[in-house]
């Protein structure tokens, strides 16, 4: 599968010239050549021209034939002839489709380390950043009265494309050009019923291309007494918002539309912001300088650059010829209107706002219960919200939130993605410690590669800081008598053994009260081995666990009863020796790398040949539920492996048995602690994927913490849902001893009901320039990928458009759909990449576990490639969640995906080696094969 990719911009690059932000009271002025226009800017000199062959229109692309698509001249408000040709100013522009199905990548790793590769360039017409932005009901009419490039939909198929607009006088909406008589191609404002958004008419359902429609573009107008409809199809989701506001808002006031409008520009944000004014013009002279103007603003919203504030004022004085640097009430007011306004946000309030411009206690109710999906709302709560966001006082007395403290709620951490309830451990922590997945490190105190890296203490400070529960200890004998660690048979650099365990003594329980595993990888002369003993009891005392196990019980104990304690996994003498010492098996990780080195062959052993050396008991002796064995095969484990030993598997070695074997792979973890550790090859300690391992059920899965990327992010992402204690608990169906669970299942799982995951990536705030890129100034052109990593069935990727040189304020509006199957193993990761990179394309990401989203609108704050949260860089989404059959949200009710028919595939009975329970299944075939049926056959009749 080919990568991604861009190449040169299709039709050339967009001239810009900066258009002056209109004044905040927002004049209806209908001549040509001024108010503002398609979206917000002043009226362009002409319109984009279409080609016969097709349409844009945002997300889909529409066949039309070349009549219907004829190049007739579209008339402006005055009726001059505006040509089509492209203007920077002429407002959102169509955008061009996205190619029939992108490339797809050849992995869903997207990393911060990429290789140069060919890409293709996906383009979009978005809003310039030097567009005016939308931000009352004011500029949504002036808008209106410049006009907008609109497509009508009629039934056949047929789209026509005409220009809209709203006369000055408020009273009528016309089109041109038209067949019919100029007084009949309109349509009276106050015949309007109703405006519906999407595509909820029957000439859009029943429309042959309706399925190519963008369903945030489409809006209906209701008119007449028959309850006519002018089916309508904007170029962007902003310019529908803009007609949608503007007609609600007229069909709301009327003729008392113009008072309305003219009372509103003394509203309670304006009285705000002069009130802020007012506090940096000290000496009330009307006016202040340009670097206390600029701080201000930046005060209020500190996510903007100066410089972009800075310009702004400066395009304002350029455009009225005024000569100075001095700020003026109304050019404050006007540029923070501007800069500090999200028109997505805007639109959000009005809708739930009936049509004011701030939310009202009832009105944040209903936000709140409908989209955000807050239980038990009431009163009390709505004015909780407005007085900890609203920044006026007015607000605040009157219990109203206006669009800056709505913006503030939104973006604060009690609208994040994250769902707070997973910030604490919520999970029962008392199951057998084989059920839960365990926070692991490899080679815990290497801080850079396998190889030729430095060791250093700092290793384990930061794994246990970021609630790692399972670190490596690779001991040597050492010079003075004293264990040393590193990496044997390679150039690794070696720290003393006693500082280590200070180290882990320290801040072992920091992050997380529950027990910390330290695998001890032991390779010392028998008297440094008493060295070990003494510092490991002198420092840690009675944190060592070292009660025996009980032999009569069949799990190991939970983490609740093991909080506090320090488990040693390593090496034990049989209970049958008598001696001070005895001879076991060798682990050495560090020979079996440095075997492997330079080997070019690619067939390698599973297994080296066995080495053994000898143990002291008082070694032996600390070694209780964490006994370190070789693994034979699976048969062998469920007759004879004790609950208390524990197997390692080489990466390799462990991606085959999840391959051959993925049931029985499941089915002996549900009991046996299992612990992966990387490739020897992996030499640059990179990182192999935890995911591959997690759906077989390991719980140890070793990672490096010193190199980030994906892998790390999927680890660092998973262990976040469960208060970060470094312990997840597993899903049920690999914890039940009578289930059956494939782990490379391409379809949905028995027993487990799957989800529909609806996301919109609507808007990007703040991103920064990659790290990585080459000098081509502060311009970056985002894109954002969506993908799903889980299960087989689960993986999946879907990306956004590109939008062209804004990192400030990208407007995406595309939305997604993915069907989860075992939601409890899922994984959501929001990555944003610059298209038009140098040598770096990672801006930014966010990785979370499908439990812990929280549903409605929400900002996603974004990572670093090293795990660092980027100040002010955010997402904002829409994410709804419903079931696979039905049900959730109203408007998600009954939404379904359609599988393709197939084999159907039934569940097949495993033994396990209990022989009461095999006993009772022994014959149950059948039946589960009729229950199959049954299921099926329901479930095909409900979709």
């Not at 004085?317 to 540029?335: I, M, P, Q, S």
């Amino acid at each position: 599968m080919a990568e991604c990719g861009r190449g040169g911009t299709a039709g050339g690059a967009l001239p810009t010239s900066p258009s002056p932000a209109l004044g905040a009271k927002g004049s209806l002025k209908a001549a040509a050549g001024e108010g503002g226009g398609g979206g917000g800017g002043r009226l362009g000199q002409g319109r984009a021209r279409y080609d016969s062959g097709g349409v844009s229109n945002g997300d889909c692309s529409l066949a039309v034939s070349g009549d219907e698509a004829r190049a007739s001249p579209a008339r402006g408000p005055r009726g001059a002839a505006v040509a089509l040709t492209p203007s920077p100013a002429a407002g959102p522009l169509p955008r061009e489709s996205k190619p029939g199905g992108l490339p797809r990548r050849s992995s869903i790793i997207k990393d911060g380390t990429k290789q140069k590769r060919e890409r293709k360039k996906t383009v979009s017409f978005s809003s310039m950043p030097t567009e005016k932005k939308i931000s009352s009901a004011s500029d949504c009419i002036n808008s209106m009265v410049e006009g907008s490039e609109l497509k009508k939909v009629r039934s056949n198929s047929r789209i026509y494309h005409r220009y809209f607009l709203l006369d000055a006088d408020m009273q009528s909406l016309r089109w041109e050009p038209s067949k019919k008589d100029s007084e009949k191609a309109k349509i009276d404002i106050k015949s309007v019923k109703e405006v519906r958004t999407g595509k909820n008419t029957d000439i859009f359902r029943s429309n042959g291309i309706s399925d190519q429609i963008s369903e945030d573009c489409a809006f209906s107008i209701i008119y007449g007494e028959n309850y006519e409809s002018l089916d309508l199809v904007a170029n962007s989701a902003d310019v529908a918002n803009i007609w949608v506001t503007g007609l609600r808002y007229l069909i709301s006031y009327g003729k008392h539309t113009l008072d309305m409008l003219e009372s509103s520009q003394d509203n309670m944000r304006t009285s705000w912001v002069s009130q802020m004014f007012g506090e940096i013009d000290v000496d009330n002279l009307g006016h202040v300088t340009l670097c206390n103007a600029v701080q201000c603003i930046r005060n209020l919203n500190p996510g903007l650059k100066m410089s972009k504030i800075e310009l702004k004022f400066k395009e304002l004085h350029k455009f009225k010829d005024k000569a100075g640097t001095e700020v003026t009430k109304e050019e404050f007011v006007e540029v923070f209107h501007e800069l500090c306004t999200r028109p997505e946000i805007y639109f959000l309030l009005v809708q739930f706002s009936s049509n004011k411009e701030f939310l009202d206690t009832k009105d944040l109710m209903m936000f709140l219960e409908a989209e955000q999906g807050v239980a038990h709302i009431n009163e009390e709560i709505s004015l909780e919200i407005i007085h900890k966001y609203e920044p006026s006082k007015e607000g605040q007395e009157k219990g109203w939130l206006s669009i800056d403290g709505f913006t503030n709620y939104l973006m604060s951490p009690d609208c994040y993605i994250f769902d707070p309830e997973h910030k604490k451990v919520c999970q029962d922590m008392k199951q057998p410690l084989s059920h839960y997945f365990i926070n692991s490190s490899h080679n815990t105190y290497l801080i850079e590669d396998q190889f030729r890296g430095p060791s250093d203490i700092t290793g384990y400070i930061r794994a246990l800081k970021m609630g790692c529960r399972s670190v490596e200890l690779d001991v040597w004998d050492g010079p003075d008598n004293e264990p040393v660690i590193y990496t044997g048979h390679t150039m690794t650099s070696q720290i003393v053994f006693r500082s280590v365990i200070d180290i882990i003594n320290t801040y072992a329980f920091f992050a997380s009260e529950y027990p910390l595993i330290l695998c001890l990888e032991n390779h010392c002369s028998i008297k440094q081995q008493k060295v070990m003993v003494q510092h490991m009891k002198k420092i840690l005392g009675d944190k060592l666990y070292t009660t025996l196990p009980n032999v009569e019980e069949s799990y190991l104990p939970s983490p609740d009863i093991l909080k506090g304690k320090i488990l040693i996994k390593a090496k034990k003498l049989s209970s049958n020796c008598s001696g001070v010492e005895g001879d076991v098996t060798d682990e050495d990780e560090g020979a079996e790398m440095s075997q492997r080195v330079g080997k070019e062959d690619v067939e390698q052993p599973n297994h080296l040949p066995v080495k053994r050396f000898q143990l002291c008991k008082e070694l032996s002796e600390l070694v209780s539920i964490c006994k370190s064995v070789q693994f034979k095969e699976f048969q062998v484990s469920f007759q004879v492996q004790k609950y208390w030993e524990v197997c390692s598997f080489n990466e390799v070695l462990a991606s085959k048995y999840a391959n051959e074997n993925p049931g029985d792979f499941v089915n002996y973890n549900k009991r046996f602690l299992a612990r992966v550790f990387p490739s020897p090859m992996r030499i640059d300690s990179s990182n192999m994927n935890p995911q591959d391992f997690w759906k077989c059920g390991c719980q140890i899965v070793a990672m490096n913490f010193q190199t980030p990327g994906l892998m790390m992010d999927l680890n660092i992402g998973w262990f976040r849902q469960n208060g970060n204690c470094g312990y997840v608990l597993r899903p049920a169906i690999m914890r039940e001893e009578v289930s059956f669970f494939s782990a490379n299942t391409k379809d949905s799982v028995p027993g487990v009901s799957p989800q529909l995951l609806h996301i919109k990536i609507i808007s990007g705030q703040n991103f920064p320039k990659p790290k990585g890129s080459g000098a081509k100034g502060d311009v970056v052109d985002p894109y954002v990928y969506v993908e799903i990593h889980g299960i087989p069935a689960d993986c999946a990727e879907q990306r956004t458009k590109t939008v062209h040189q804004n990192g400030d304020t990208p407007i995406f509006d595309e939305s997604f759909e993915f069907q989860i199957n075992l939601p409890e193993l899922a994984m959501v990761r929001f990555v944003v990449l610059d298209d038009d990179y140098i040598g770096d394309e990672f801006i930014g990401q966010y990785t979370i576990p499908f439990e812990c989203l929280q549903t409605g609108y929400r900002h996603v704050p974004l990572q670093s490639l090293t795990g660092e949260v980027l100040a002010h860089a955010s997402l904002f989404v829409h994410v709804a969640i419903t079931n696979r059959r039905g049900g959730g949200k109203p408007h998600k009710r009954g939404l379904s995906v359609r599988k393709g028919k197939k084999s159907r595939e039934y569940a097949s009975m495993r033994t396990l080696w209990i022989k009461s329970v095999d006993e009772v299944f022994k014959n149950a075939q059948p039946p589960i094969r009729e229950a199959t049926d049954l299921r099926e056959n329901m479930q095909n009749r409900g979709v």
